[in-house]
Nanobody, 129 residues
Framework: QVQLVESGGGLVQTGGSLRLSCAASGRTFSSYAMGWFRQAPGKEREFVAGISGSSRNTYIVDFVKGRFTISRDNAKNTVYLQMNSLKPEDAAVYSC??????????????????????WGQGTQVTVSS
């Protein structure tokens, strides 16, 4: 069982930065691939970034590539999403998730919500224009 708690969301101006954190419980954090998803009102949840258990593999979707980075600190059981150059269209509820599929992301980073076993409650990101 893994429990996930996000933090770091808030209101930021266009062009600003935020760093989201996701703290996980449990002793096997490094065995899970971690992902960040977002969902804006009236839209489907979409994958943003993922990282393998060892941090060796990462995946960032094209629409945030160059602006967002994902990292993790297994000693702290925490995964991060650094978001720079934020745009109004980045506003959404951001959620982290843990996946045991594909050997914890060793060979491929899961991108579909159904491939994730555990979810956090989400944190709101608002970007003012």
């Amino acid at each position: 069982q893994v429990q996930l708690v996000e933090s770091g969301g808030g209101l930021v101006q266009t062009g600003g930065s935020l760093r989201l954190s996701c703290a996980a419980s449990g002793r096997t954090f490094s065995s899970y691939a971690m992902g960040w998803f977002r969902q804006a009102p009236g839209k489907e949840r979409e994958f943003v970034a993922g990282i393998s258990g060892s941090s060796r593999n990462t995946y960032i979707v094209d629409f945030v590539k160059g602006r967002f980075t994902i990292s993790r600190d297994n000693a702290k059981n925490t995964v991060y999403l650094q978001m720079n150059s934020l745009k109004p269209e980045d506003a959404a509820v951001y959620s982290c998730a843990a996946s045991s599929a594909y050997s914890g992301g060793l060979y491929v980073i899961p991108r579909h919500p159904s491939e994730y076993n555990y979810w956090g409650q989400g944190t709101q990101v608002t970007v003012s224009s």
